[in-house]
């Protein structure tokens, strides 16, 4: 097997997703561009998107990264927006966009237009989330994205199944599509609530760092194959345990914390980068097939698909959001009491989709954001290169490489349309962002009252004889508590006259000089021989850990 295509792909695809960082372009479409352009280059490899690749390899450790960060109590506050895009919007827009497409296309049979369907339904919120705070949304919209984006693939994927059952001839029905819903949704929370305490007790119980990370890296790829293994949603599996173990993730130690956040953020970054990157390279596969359909249709088909998805979108979100409220007092007393809170700590939650922060959660602004950050990503692409060549009869599938070009033309334009788009639109609608000194208020107030028990605790401790310290140790302690109670505080004050900074950036620069020479000096001592590298190591990850620790003290 020659790798070098692939090391290449990983290397230059990560280049381009750094230089983004210094651009406006998001990375995910400047990856998509670039890559478009690379699959003309004389020299460059095929990259075949293989979805026995993508689904079991890729979509687990992103799916993975993805749960660690979102929050539980987010997601269980704002369930109801959550599972209706998730579970409601992409059985939708399986219906929708399949029956529009296949009045659109002649020829097109209606079992293969709700297999497109299936496969263009679901958005990847990678893109759309890393816009959000990119440009400052508002924490529930975001949430609420995150959150579709863990759980709408399984619906999609399971979806796809009946559809292509019922294409190819397998007998799909109503009842048996529905049971197999059922089966694949419980089935993927099932295995995900089997899995989940017994993980997280290994991840406990592990005295090794090393070991715990290694675990860690292999519970996506576990998660998934146990629940594929009894043919329910590996998706769900991960979200699932994941959810739970970034729940309890403050019940593993710092080590583990500290290494397992660090590789999960460079597995993250390499296999999105190197995703969007393949979703640009696919341009001349999917050309090669078109056969039969001549640019002009097939562009005119493109388009009429891309319009029915963007249109869709809007027809399930706003009903979704005004609808529930206006059948339902219930809900109407809930949300409006949840509403008044929200204002006053965290945005409304549990309200309508989108919601940005009125009491009686109409603000029209929110569902707009979320219909037009509906970007589709690598897994439709995926889906729709694992529709089989032949049906049961022997019969080749039918359209089966216009079904693969629509979806890259859906991919490609709502990644370009409304990914370039979608900051412009977020800041005339001017959405309400996160309140930046309110947030360092609550921390300054969360920090005093930890350092405070912390503190209790100390001077309990040190009246024991067993805990006896020589005093300069034991102020040590105690101004480390009293600076990490006063930072947070001190970020609320003005900063230096002098240099225009804040105490917050002296205070990291001083620790970082400081560090910086107690560094050289080991260098040095080492480079004489008067201690050899095992020992420069150790005296150089203590100073990496300080570095670490008076960063984080004062870090926004």
């Known amino acids: 097997m020659d790798v070098l295509p692939l090391v290449a792909l990983i290397a230059a695809s990560a280049v381009v997703a750094g230089a983004a960082r210094r651009t406006p372009v998001p990375a995910p479409l400047l990856l998509v561009g670039v890559g478009l352009i690379a699959s003309y280059v004389p020299g460059v490899p095929d990259y075949h998107l293989d979805p026995h690749i993508v689904l079991p390899l890729i979509l687990p450790p992103l799916l993975h990264t993805a749960a660690l960060e979102s929050s539980y109590l987010d997601l269980r506050a704002n369930i109801r927006p959550v ?37 263009i339904a679901p958005p990847d919120a990678v893109a759309a989330t890393a ?17 579709e984006s863990l759980v709408n693939d399984a ?39 089997l899995l989940m305490v017994p993980i997280h ?29 009894v043919h329910a949603s590996g998706v769900l599996a991960v979200v699932v345990v994941a959810l739970y173990l970034g729940h309890r993730s403050w019940q593993v130690d710092f080590e583990t914390r500290l290494q397992e956040a660090a590789v999960w953020k ?16 696919q341009l001349p596969v999917v050309l090669k097939g078109l056969g039969e359909y001549s640019v002009g249709q097939a562009a005119w088909y493109a388009a009429g698909v891309f319009v029915f998805v963007v249109v869709v979108r809007f027809a399930w979100c706003y009903p979704a959001t005004y609808l529930p409220r206006a059948v339902s007092a219930r809900i109407r007393r809930r949300e409006g009491a949840e509403g008044h809170e929200g204002n006053e700590g965290n945005e409304g939650n549990g309200r309508g989709i989108g919601s940005v ?3 009686d959660g109409t603000d029209w602004r929110g569902p707009l954001i979320v219909s037009w950050a509906g970007m589709r990503g690598v897994v439709s692409l995926a889906i729709a290169f694992s529709i089989p060549l032949v049906m049961e009869d022997g019969e080749p599938f039918p359209a089966r490489n216009l079904v693969l070009f629509l979806t890259f033309t859906t991919v490609i334009g709502t990644l370009v ?20 000194q309110a947030q360092t208020l609550a921390e300054a107030q ?73 560094r050289e000096v080991f260098v040095r001592m080492r480079d004489e021989r008067r201690i050899d590298d095992e020992m420069m190591r150790t005296l150089l990850r203590k100073l990496d850990l300080e570095e670490a620790a008076a960063y984080r003290e004062v870090e926004d």
């Open 83 to 119: 599972a209706l895009l998730s579970v409601g919007y992409v059985l939708f827009a399986t219906l929708a966009v399949g029956w529009l497409a296949y009045l659109l296309i002649p020829d097109l049979p209606l079992t293969a237009a709700l297999v497109l369907g299936a496969v």
């Open 131 to 147: 816009i959000a705070r990119r440009v400052g949304l508002p924490s529930r919209i975001t949430t609420i994205l995150q959150g």
């Open 155 to 193: 619906t999609a994927i399971t979806a796809f199944k009946v559809a292509l059952a019922a294409a190819v001839g397998e007998g799909a029905s109503w009842a048996g599509g529905v049971q197999e819903f059922l089966v694949a949704a419980v089935g993927g929370v099932g295995v995900g609530l």
């Open 201 to 229: 007790w290994l991840r406990t119980h592990l005295k090794e760092a090393m070991l715990q990370n290694t675990l860690s890296l292999l519970i996506p790829f576990v998660a998934y194959a146990a629940a594929e293994q």
């Open 266 to 281: 460079v597995v993250a970054f390499i296999l999105e980068s190197a995703v969007f990157a393949l979703i640009g390279l």
């Open 357 to 359: 922060g009125d009491a």
């Open 417 to 436: 349309v409304q990914g370039l788009s979608l900051p412009w639109l977020i800041r005339v609608l001017k959405l309400p962002g996160r309140d930046a």
């Open 446 to 518: 969360a920090q005093n009252a930890a350092s405070q028990a912390a503190e209790a605790r100390l001077e309990e401790l040190t009246r024991d004889e067993r805990n006896r310290l020589p005093q300069p140790l034991q102020d040590r302690l105690s101004t480390v508590l009293e600076r990490r109670r006063n930072s947070v505080w001190e970020r609320l004050g003005q900063s230096n006259p002098v240099t225009g900074e804040s105490a917050d950036d002296t205070y990291r620069r001083l620790a970082r000089e400081a560090i910086a020479a107690e």
